[in-house]
């Protein structure tokens, strides 16, 4: 039980530790660990749980590392992958963090920080393309585009408050007929006019 | 009630949040910087350059320091656990009825339909940083900074850290 925590956290803290970009960048590195070193799940039941974290929503990282834990070793096992996942990252920000306000007052620090918005903007920008492209994958570009243009509209031009949209957007997909009954009760209207 | 307002600040953020930590990046200023004024957009930027600096899930370590910022180690916990608990818990109890569920359309439209919106948040968010760049170093160091790192994150395939230590060096000297 305590061998199985110790992997627990060993495999959690490797791939928090190595992954740069965020949870979902460090997707194949969890997958490393779980299927390659200590074999919990095979591939086929890796993607499963996968899909399923991503059917949620929520960081992605922690749901994996909570979830696997949980199956693993139990409730001791999800607090041992999820501190793993979490906690050294969160310590090394409030120290790095809290240092730099020591010094917040320095013409060096002040250039730092005016040095690095610029590539956070960069950073932005590129994932604001992905999920454009993930959008015009799945809804086309003229839905997407659509979608963009209501959205920008209601966000900065109304100031509406982001989660009444995605709550909205969640409750009309979970409510809306999906397109393939769509296609079913159209055949069966056309069978019962034939008929 | 500063912890119940860092509960509701990472609780939205997390729950909304389709498509991993980045998608709620957006939605964690909108609460942290418009709603509860915790920081500025500068202190943000901050926090979220630095954060992107370190290794590991980015909502979890915006939360953990701001929730710290705001309410010491409670606060950060707090944070951290209103990031991440309720959809954990979500597949956990849940996991037969969203097993059950998890390849049927409407539970993918929900992601799908999210992602324009997502788009739109982080591109004003990225105008933000520029505009924030321009206004505090002047279109030629922000053109020069954004096309470099560019170049070097996308073309190049250099890992973000160095080209964040990168900066954070060019910063220290050309923009002290």
Do not use: C
Not at chain 1, 120 to 125: D, F, N, Q, S, T
Not at chain 1, 147 to 173: K, N
Not at chain 2, 61 to 81: P, Q
Request: glycine share 12%; aromatic share 12%; no cysteine.
């Amino acid at each position: 039980m305590v061998k199985k925590n110790w992997h627990l956290f060993v495999a959690f803290f490797r791939s928090g530790m190595l992954g740069y970009g965020g949870g979902p960048s460090s997707i194949p590195l969890v997958h490393k660990e779980v299927v390659g070193t200590f074999k919990w799940m095979n591939d086929e039941e890796f993607s499963d749980v996968l899909a399923l974290a991503n059917a949620l929503p929520g960081p992605i990282a922690t749901k994996m590392a909570g979830y696997i834990g949980y199956r693993v070793a139990g409730v001791f096992g999800v607090l041992s992958a999820v501190i793993a996942a979490t906690l050294p990252t969160i310590i090394l920000m409030v120290i790095l963090l809290t240092s730099l306000r020591e010094y917040k007052d320095q013409p060096w620090v002040i250039g730092m920080t005016k040095g690095v918005v610029p590539v956070v903007g960069v950073m932005l920008a590129v994932l604001t393309w992905q999920f454009f492209q993930n959008s015009r994958k799945s809804l086309g570009f003229k839905v997407s585009l659509v979608h963009v243009v209501i959205g920008f509209i209601l966000l900065q031009l109304l100031g509406v408050h982001p989660g009444i949209i995605i709550g909205g957007l969640l409750l009309y997909a979970l409510l809306s007929p999906s397109k393939h009954k769509n296609k079913d009760t159209e055949k069966v209207r056309g069978g019962e006019r034939t008929g | 009630m500063i912890y119940w307002h860092i509960f509701l600040a990472f609780f939205l953020p997390g729950i909304l949040g389709y498509g991993g930590g980045p998608a709620s990046i957006p939605l964690i200023e909108n609460e942290v910087v418009d709603r509860y004024h915790w920081l500025s957009v500068n202190d943000f930027t901050e926090v979220l350059a630095l954060g992107n600096a370190l290794p590991g899930p980015i909502a979890t370590k915006m939360a953990g320091y701001i929730g710290y910022h705001e309410g010491g180690v409670l606060g950060s916990f707090v944070g951290v656990f209103a990031s991440i608990a309720p959809s954990l818990l979500l597949m956990v109890a849940f996991l037969g009825l969203v097993y059950k569920f998890k390849d049927s359309p409407r539970v993918k439209n929900m992601s799908t339909y999210v992602k324009p919106t997502i788009a739109v948040l982080l591109g004003i968010m990225a105008y933000q940083f520029f505009s924030e760049s321009y206004k505090g170093t002047g279109w030629m160091h922000t053109l020069f900074l954004a096309a470099a790192s560019y170049v070097l994150m996308e073309r190049l395939k250099v890992s973000p850290v160095f080209v964040i230590i990168g900066s954070l060096g060019y910063g220290a000297i050309f923009l002290a």
